[in-house]
């Protein structure tokens, strides 16, 4: 704290009134500080001794001060009211016009928040804080890109790694940690999972999340890559961003295979032998089924080899269609997930 006081141009006081905070901020306190401070009190009057503290603004020692509370209320004199250096008001507590329309508005946003399942970060409940507006709408995209890892492997992860790269990564990713566990928990069944009760259900069932940054990304300004471990020791990495002005949700790698593939309601995800044939089997299959291909992509390793094929479908495909899929390709993976955000 001694070090704050030296410091400080601005100290502002966010404390209740107790034994240990009683005049925290008094006579000694006011020596350390620098002759241009601006001190403000909007908490609880006489955790500034305010006899201490006219004392220093009346001597130059502390440049001037905006109190809202006074150690005994209402305070109608004061020496402090003669100054110039000192603005006071009588303990409006946001009070104002102006302050009671802003908390309104905000409270709206709040709640229209809640009831659309977004995150509200302002809530009692939940532990994060406010939430920067270059990083809120990741929170879907990463909760995709959990969902996504977790279908592919067919059960839940036992940790995932989000790896925020680029100009994202100046900012504070943490929550981005919650929405990969709310993903990962709503694909495997969890129902009414929230950005509350996320980090308790995945504790109960021995999960974990963590967030790293790095300001590099050579492709992208920003991405995300969320790498996910399972109990048998494999692992799925799943990359993601969001592009242009709109910011778009792509998915642009699964594993070593890049991608180019909006993130849509129903995805169906094939591992097998790149081989003649395999695109027009698929698409007889679901055609037969009535389901209709919105797009296609095909990424191989090389002709010949390992080959990842994404599709986006217009309605959710019953498990013994995949199954079916599955075997006209002679797939050795087939998933489908509908996303859940």
């Given at each position: ?265 129903h995805l169906l995800f094939l591992r097998y032998t790149d081989r003649p044939g395999v695109v027009g089997v698929v698409g007889e299959t679901l055609g037969k089924a009535g389901i209709n291909i919105a797009s296609m992509q095909v990424a191989r390793s090389s002709a010949g080899g390992e080959a990842l ?33």
């Amino acid at each position: 704290m001694d070090e704050l006081l030296k410091r400080s141009d601005f100290i502002t006081i966010h404390l209740p009134k107790t034994k240990e905070t009683a005049n925290l901020i008094g006579v000694e306190a006011l020596k350390k500080v620098k002759p241009s401070v601006r001190i403000i009190n909007a908490a609880r009057g006489g955790v500034l001794d305010e006899s201490a503290l006219f004392d220093a603004l009346k001597e130059g020692r502390v440049g001037g001060a905006g109190l809202d509370v006074f150690a005994t209320e209402p305070c109608t004199d004061s020496p402090l009211f003669a100054l110039d250096n000192v603005v006071a008001t009588p303990h409006l507590g946001a009070s104002t016009d102006e302050a009671q329309e802003r908390a309104g508005i905000a409270v709206a946003v709040s709640v229209r928040k809640a009831l659309a399942g977004e995150l509200v970060p302002d809530a009692v409940n939940v532990k994060g804080g406010e939430i920067h507006e270059e990083i809120r709408p990741s929170l879907p995209l990463v909760e995709k890109l959990s969902q996504v890892a977790t279908a592919l492997a067919d059960e839940l992860p036992v940790s995932v790694e989000v790896i925020v790269k680029g100009e994202l990564s100046e900012h504070d990713c943490s929550v981005l940690a919650t929405s990969a566990l709310k993903g990962a928990l709503v694909t495997t069944g969890a129902e009414d999972v929230t950005y509350v009760n996320a980090p308790g259900l995945a504790q109960e069932r021995g999960f974990t999340s963590t967030v790293t940054t790095d300001p590099v990304s050579p492709e992208y300004r920003s991405m995300i890559s969320l790498k996910a471990a399972f109990s048998d020791g494999t692992h799925v990495t799943v990359d993601g961003t969001l592009v242009g002005i709109k910011k778009i949700e792509k998915i642009i790698a699964i594993d070593k295979f890049d991608l180019d593939l909006p993130p849509t309601d129903h995805l169906l995800f094939l591992r097998y032998t790149d081989r003649p044939g395999v695109v027009g089997v698929v698409g007889e299959t679901l055609g037969k089924a009535g389901i209709n291909i919105a797009s296609m992509q095909v990424a191989r390793s090389s002709a010949g080899g390992e080959a990842l094929m994404a599709i986006t479908v217009d309605s959710a495909i019953p498990d013994e269609i995949v199954a079916g899929v599955a075997k006209a390709t002679g797939a050795n993976l087939a998933r489908t997930v509908s996303l859940k955000v």
